[in-house]
């Protein structure tokens, strides 16, 4: 009996990538595009070139260039007022028009105890993606959100499923994995907070990982139609406000897309104006900051005399010294221009760039702040 065809390795990914990037750019003529995708991930001896990983998306595709992000567009405790400026979407997206959100009459409601509706309320405070959301959308999503009891060894939701609920986590512990090449790779894990599956429904695209419980829990889940109902349009036009900013610094490009999302969730934007500083040698640092656009000068003052020690720009970023060695600030940090800036406070910078503090030592050596 002759042999069974073989798909050669790092096929499967590369058609999935394929697809991905197609959802994504939306080409006209996606043959063409197809083809210049294949040319682009031709490898030595017939081999293929795989982008998408675990680590995050491709960030030097040159179709992705060029898209500024305009900050003053940004949610900043309200909705974004202008969704063309905010650029366009850094995980594949669907058009915002696409499916009428649902009337807030036709989300159904789920009756919570007085004990339910306390760690429900907790749970919604401590939750990042909720907080652009204005008190009737609150008031609607705590109607909408049910109570779903997990055992050790569940899995909540699985990579390549459609996605239909997203969830918030009020206990135990879980954890996402993916699995590249044969090769099951953990992503995150979460223990007693935290929430997953907002990927799959804010941009139209199957389920990236598996999560599945570590321990018995509890969830609060939410149905697809409700989600977008509610929390789409914040949720959706936060993360492509930050798309560029998520381009420009390195240490983001290492960063999972369930860690992107997080990330965008997270970040307040700050403009502020030249000369004006910004940190300041000796104070408690509870923040790290992010420049889109501008330029800064960090110096330390010794006497009389102005010692500058740095001059910081595009897509670099400062504040992360006091926050690893829990230290003072070492140095000032003032505007040299305008600045746009994205702020992770300290509680989110240990949860999201933790693992990144090797990264971010080996660069903490060119200065001191």
Known sequence: MADRPRVPDGFQELLEELSYEVLKQRPSDFIQFSIDFLQSRRGPNGTFITKRTTSGFANDDPLRNNRDLHFNSCPQNNHCADAITCGRSFIASENIDSHPLPKSSDIQKFHKSEEQATRLNNAIQRTQIFKDLNENELSTLFDSMFEVQVNAGDEIIKRGDDGDKFYVIDSGKFYA????????????????????????????????????????????ALDRDSFRGIIFNSAYLRRQCFEGLLKKVEIF????????????????????????????????????FFINKGAVQVYKEDGDKMIDLAELKDGEYFGELALIKKQPRAATVAAKTEVELAVLNADNFEKILGQNKDQLMHRIDSYSH
């Not at 907070?193 to 389920?207: D, M």
Request: net charge negative.
């Open 177 to 220: 994995e993916v699995n590249e090449d044969g090769v099951i790779k953990r992503i995150a894990e979460y223990d007693g907070s935290g929430y997953f599956g907002e990927l799959a429904l804010i941009y139209n695209i199957p389920r990236f990982a598996t999560v599945t419980a570590e321990t018995s829990g509890t969830l609060w």
């Open 253 to 288: 490009k290492s960063l999972s897309p369930y860690q992107q999302s997080q990330l965008a969730d997270a970040l307040q934007t700050k403009t502020v104006g030249p000369s004006e500083v910004i940190i300041k040698e000796g104070e408690p640092g509870n923040e790290v």
